[in-house]
């Protein structure tokens, strides 16, 4: 079983960062394809972004530009770096770990973008 682990969520102002991290257990991590995504209140749940085995980046539309996303192999971990943030994004914010064909989640950790 694989344990992944979020952190780094919080109340931000608007415009303002946030770096969330997720870490997952096993030695196998540098063949995983790690994601983030988020759900905000009464909405469904979103892709925001995606760190392939080769640290290739894809992103939603939506935070192009504004988020990175970076995997650390070393330390099992996958984290987001979010700039100008949004109201509209605050959400709580889940780490995908996919290894083999199967998905792990993570909890969340909640970010509150608000004045």
């Known amino acids: 079983q694989v344990q992944v682990v979020e952190s780094g969520g919080g109340l931000v102002q608007p415009g303002g960062s946030l770096r969330l991290s997720c870490v997952a257990s096993?030695?196998?991590?540098?063949?995983?394809?790690g994601d983030w995504y988020r759900q905000a209140p009464g909405k469904q749940r979103e892709w925001v972004a995606r760190?392939?085995?080769?640290?290739?980046?894809d992103y939603a539309d939506s935070v192009k530009g504004r988020f990175t996303i970076s995997r650390d192999n070393a330390k099992k971990t996958v984290s987001l770096q979010m700039n100008n943030l949004k109201p509209e994004e605050t959400a709580v914010y889940y780490c995908?770990?996919?290894?083999?064909?199967?998905?792990?989640w993570g909890k969340g950790t909640l970010v509150t973008v608000s004045s």
């Open positions: 995908k770990i996919l290894w083999l064909g199967r998905e792990f």
């Open positions: 096993g030695s196998f991590f540098s063949a995983v394809v």
């Open positions: 760190v392939n085995g080769n640290s290739i980046p």
